[in-house]
């Protein structure tokens, strides 16, 4: 168990659907990211909240949509994706300033999307 | 602009052989951590070892040993008298501390991984 728990686990939607994704971390960090992985392609750094601010949107398309409630939740929620976005989307989270930063992330096992 | 590459998209060795997995990287920060992750087919990444920038001491962990040569901007991973347990994809990292300090979070740059198959 990672401490990091990412729901669902796999998905299939159509391109007209509208979806969310859901990620928890239960380590008491103040920073949360979502990556996303496609075939051949190194991760790609989608989002990045810290003490619930998101400081990094890195450029990506605005049917995608994230929220982050409060420290321990981040979500991302889907709407008339493409085919393309078909991907593993990685959700992450790290102590943050307040935490004593250490550097590296803590990561979910990941949600399987497929469009059709 | 920060980048990693992995030149070895995939490897396969005979169990209990050695093999190293290759990491170049680019920065033009000064300060930056270093980083290697396991990916196993459950699909979480799963962190392995950090190392500063400013600490170039390698470091050797029961089968683990990194090699960091800043000269080179080299960070290789070994994996000694490797087993099927350790098939995986690997994935080598980079991170600005600036970044860090600064409060815009810990934005990794990753490599496009290598996968690495140990067969019996």
């Known amino acids: 168990e990672t401490g990091v728990t990412q729901t669902p686990r796999h998905l299939v939607m159509g391109m007209t659907n509208k979806k969310s994704l859901k990620c928890e971390q239960h380590?008491?960090?103040?920073?949360m990211y979502w990556y996303k992985q496609s075939a051949k392609k190194p991760l790609e750094l989608m989002f990045v909240y810290s003490l619930e601010e998101r400081v990094e949107n890195n450029s990506v398309p605005s049917r995608f949509s994230p929220e982050c409630p409060n420290s321990s939740h981040l979500f991302l929620h889907l709407h008339t994706l493409q085919p393309e976005d078909s991907a593993l989307y990685l959700c992450?989270?790290?102590?943050?300033?307040?935490?004593?930063?250490?550097?590296?992330?803590?990561f979910g096992e990941g949600s399987r999307l497929t469009v059709l | 602009a920060q980048k990693v590459t992995q030149a070895q998209t995939e490897i396969s060795v005979v169990e209990k052989e050695d093999v190293t997995l290759d990491c170049v990287y680019e920065t033009r920060d000064t300060t930056y951590y270093l980083f290697w992750y396991k990916q196993p087919p459950s699909g979480e990444l799963v962190f392995l070892i950090r190392r500063n920038s400013f600490d170039e001491q390698n470091e050797i962990s029961g089968r683990y040993s990194w090699n960091f040569q800043k000269s080179t901007s080299s960070f290789n991973f070994t994996i000694t008298a490797s087993q099927v347990v350790d098939s995986a994809v690997y994935f080598c990292?980079?991170?600005?501390?600036?970044?860090?300090?600064?409060?815009?979070?810990?934005?990794?740059?990753f490599g496009t991984g290598t996968q690495l198959k140990v067969e019996l």
């Open positions: 380590l008491g960090h103040n920073a």
């Open positions: 992450a989270s790290s102590p943050g300033l307040a935490g004593g930063q250490t550097g590296e992330l803590f």
């Open positions: 990292a980079l991170s600005s501390i600036r970044s860090i300090l600064t409060g815009g979070g810990n934005k990794l740059t």
